[in-house]
């Protein structure tokens, strides 16, 4: 029965655990690491030698001279290992307050701007952890950082447009601006 049985499962077993889970990944990850250095370790950010922050994962910025990302449902916020959404729906009332408590907050902190509000500056993303919001979203916010700034709207539009990256091969998706891109290009602008 060993010879039988056991014995070809546990040269399977070792078989595989070996193709599986030491080549395989070792392959992998030596492709990774050639091809998509940047990527595979984690799209980091630095400034002055240090890590900033992640292309792929939002911060919390609430000072008005910073761009604002979109809300991150995440406790506390923006927490890479909690990613998730808010989980509530279109027709629960607690949707509609907290939409309408952050329609109060923009209001609050710029009074002036008459402009529609994006949605995407009013809602959290799926995961939580969105680093991006589409062209309108950070459009509106350009007059508040100019005046926090005392730089001219003109800058701030050229900073987001650097910072903004287009439609997958020109046609799938929406334009969007990488939040802490532009906020680190804005405190390196030297007026």
Known sequence: MFKEYIKPALLSFLALTIIAGVIYPFFITVIA???????ANGSLIYRNGKVVGSSLIGQAFDDPKYLWGRISATSPMYNAAASSGSNIGPSNPALIDEINGRIKALKAVDPDNANPIPVDLVTSSASGLDPHISLAAADYQVPRISKHRGITESVVKEVIQK???GRFLGLIGEPVVNVLKVNLDLDAYKK
């Open 33 to 39: 690491q050639t091809l998509l250095s940047n990527q």
């Open 163 to 165: 910072n903004t990256t």
